[in-house]
């Protein structure tokens, strides 16, 4: 009867339109192994040639690094590519264990480029930081590959990295530079709290790049931010041992690009030296802007200094306060922070005298001592707006 055959088409239809979309949508393989990788053996090339041919395909692509370890040495993967590619991994990539082996590059692997980029998979970039412990890395004859970053993402956009674990970098575990729509997801970092200098993810100049789901315990800022940033969200991360959450430093330079729009929610720091924190250089010449900063549903536990804002930032004895930083803050808002200070004074808000704090919020922000006894605030060229609970407060 005619009544059935248009019921019939349609299911016939769409079901070839959905196999036809599954097979369009799978995308070509080029799996590391058939480029020559072997177990334990070094994989720079493979991978090199293997990301090549697949950033060369006009289909969708994903490289896949397979379980297992292997080593690699410094690598530069760079777009465009023609089409989205993928690089899966699973395995365990061990980086040199001598870091003059990375011939001075800044980063042991960098992507570049890109467009449409995803890195997936369960694997883990191993530094190797602790096979050369981060105290004896000789930093001072311009050596530059003392520090490698473990990974780099540069200029890439509409991208997804997802899974993996950055392990015992020797510089900062992560760099991210002129990125665009970037989802960072479940991304695990991993290292001992005296690890110096390695920042879990380092955001600079991007827009729209989110880290979400995630677990960073490392021995210095867990996520750092730089000039130039916009929409930048961290959401969901737990973060300690290491400094906390950071804004800057910024200021040093007088080509810094302002940071607008920094949302920081519903995280944990355990552990850490700071809570939520911005710094900025006094006598420097830097007079960016940083505004539109939201801080909301953060857990403190023993952090030892949970919500400074540090306009005299000087970790050492090579810089001056002589003159005030020039750096103007802007709306910030603590919103729904609980938890524990180690040290009395919980909250720190040391604001330009050229410049002070404009539109700093603080709602509902109940914070103890360890101990359990009430802490202290100090509020210098700033005057808070104070709604809902707010222990300790900035005002006598
Ligand atoms: C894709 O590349 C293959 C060979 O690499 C070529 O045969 C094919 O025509 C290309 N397709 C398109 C749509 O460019
Ligand atoms: C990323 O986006 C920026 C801004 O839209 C554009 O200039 C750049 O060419 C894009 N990069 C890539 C690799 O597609
Ligand atoms: C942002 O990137 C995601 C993931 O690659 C993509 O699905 C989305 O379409 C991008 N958004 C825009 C506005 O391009
Ligand atoms: C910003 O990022 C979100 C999450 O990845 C994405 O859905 C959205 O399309 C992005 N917006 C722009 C303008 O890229
Ligand atoms: C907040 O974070 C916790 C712990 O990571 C998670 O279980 C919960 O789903 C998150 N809540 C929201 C609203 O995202
Ligand atoms: C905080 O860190 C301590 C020390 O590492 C650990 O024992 C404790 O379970 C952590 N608390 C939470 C809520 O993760
Ligand atoms: C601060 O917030 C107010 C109100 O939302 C807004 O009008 C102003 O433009 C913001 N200031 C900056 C520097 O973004
Ligand atoms: C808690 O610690 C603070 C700061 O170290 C100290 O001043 C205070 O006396 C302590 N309170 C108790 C009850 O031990
Ligand atoms: C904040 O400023 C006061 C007064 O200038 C100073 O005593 C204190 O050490 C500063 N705190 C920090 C953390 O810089």
């Known amino acids: 009867m005619s009544y059935y ?7 016939t239809c769409s079901f070839f339109m959905f196999f036809a979309s599954f097979v369009s949508a799978l995308p070509k ?6 480029y ?13 040639n293997a990301w090549n041919d697949a950033c060369a395909s006009n289909v969708s692509s994903k490289v896949m690094v397979p379980r297992g370890t292997f080593k690699m040495n410094g690598l530069r993967l760079k777009g465009h590519c023609k089409a989205p590619i993928e690089v899966k991994v699973d395995g365990t990539i061990l980086g040199p264990k001598i870091p003059s082996d990375l011939k001075k590059e800044r980063t042991w692997l960098s992507f570049s480029y890109i467009n449409s980029f995803t890195l997936s998979g369960s694997g883990i970039f191993d530094g190797q930081g602790v096979s050369h ?7 001072t004859k311009q050596n530059e590959a003392c520090k490698p970053y473990n990974l ?37 970092v991993s290292a001992p709290a005296e690890s110096i200098n ?11 790049v989110s880290v979400i789901n995630s677990k960073i315990e490392t021995g210095d800022d867990c996520v750092s931010l730089g000039d130039g940033d916009r929409q930048i969200t961290v959401r969901n991360v737990y973060c300690g041992p290491g400094h906390g959450i950071s804004v800057g430093s910024l200021g040093g330079d007088p080509e810094e690009l302002p940071l607008d729009g920094f949302t920081v929610r519903n995280c944990t720091l355990n ?23 939201l801080f909301e549903d953060i857990t403190m536990i023993n952090v ?19 003159n005030p930083s020039k750096i103007q803050i802007s709306n910030v808002t603590f919103k729904n922070i609980r938890g524990t200070s180690e040290f009395e004074y919980a909250v720190v808000l040391n604001c330009s005298k050229e410049k002070p704090c404009k539109n700093v919020q603080f709602n509902n922000v109940d914070i103890k001592l360890s101990n359990g006894s009430l802490p202290l605030a100090t509020c210098i060229n700033v005057d808070p707006i104070e709604i809902g609970k707010t222990a300790p407060s900035c005002k006598p």
């Open 198 to 208: 390695t920042d879990g993810l380092h955001i600079s100049r991007s827009t729209n």
């Open 152 to 188: 780099a993402f540069n200029f890439i956009n509409n991208s997804i990295i997802r899974g993996v674990t950055t392990k015992d970098s020797r510089g900062f575990h992560v760099n991210v530079l002129s990125c665009n729509n970037v989802t960072i997801d479940a991304f695990t």
């Open 29 to 34: 393989m080029f799996d590391i192994i058939t």
């Open 5 to 11: 055959y248009p019921k019939l088409s349609i299911i």
């Open 271 to 293: 552990g850490t030296s700071n809570g939520v924190r911005v710094k900025t250089w006094a006598d420097k010449p830097g007079t960016m802007l940083i505004s539109n900063l």
């Open 304 to 322: 030892q200094t949970p919500i400074i804002i540090d306009q005299e930032y000087c970790p050492s004895k090579k810089c001056s306060n002589k």
């Open 133 to 139: 412990p981060w105290k004896e890395d000789d930093c």
């Open 36 to 48: 020559g990788a072997v177990p334990n053996g070094d994989i720079t090339q493979a991978f090199t």
